[in-house]
């Protein structure tokens, strides 16, 4: 765990290396291509290894703050999204077997969305939902398996 959460606090910190920042519907995000960052002292061997990242992946560190609501959309863009949660226990809600259904994700717990269908979060607690995600670029049912989840 403190791994993930030393990466997710340094990605916040980067600057320059190919960041791309958002702020969307109350999601804040920076990431960064792996292959820009992955020389760097503190960016870890063992994860790279671990979740067999490739140069072309995309890492980021996402934040759902306290308080407020991520309302439910679809990524154009992402197929799926490895959530690794940093934080204290988070919530989100996401289209699973055609039901909208709540996923609570424990601190240290890790999740596959597929951003292909309606996904957000209700943040009803008093402290921020802390994610370090992983984008391989590839639809949900290929990222499971190339990810082992």
């Given amino acids: 765990m403190l791994m993930y959460r030393e990466i997710y606090t340094k990605l916040l910190e980067t600057m320059g290396f190919g960041r791309w ?6 999601l804040v995000q920076c990431v960064f291509p792996v292959g820009n960052i992955k020389h760097l ?7 790279v290894q671990k979740h067999s990242l490739l140069d072309e992946h995309l890492i980021g560190a996402e934040t759902v703050p306290a308080n407020t609501l991520l309302e439910g959309h679809t ?5 799926s999204n490895l959530l ?6 988070a919530k989100l809600f996401h289209h ?26 209700n943040n009803t607690d008093d402290y921020n939902y802390e994610f370090l995600t992983v984008n ?8 499971k398996e190339y990810l082992g989840v």
């Fill in 41 to 47: 002292d503190w960016f870890c061997d063992d994860f």
């Fill in 21 to 26: 920042e958002f702020e969307y519907n109350n």
């Fill in 84 to 89: 690794i949660n940093v934080g204290k226990q």
């Fill in 96 to 121: 699973n077997n055609d039901k909208l259904e709540e996923t609570v994700i424990p601190e240290g717990g890790i999740f596959l969305l597929n951003t292909q269908k309606t996904h957000g979060s």
């Fill in 75 to 79: 990524d154009y863009f992402r197929k």
């Fill in 136 to 143: 391989t670029k590839l639809d949900y049912d290929r990222a």
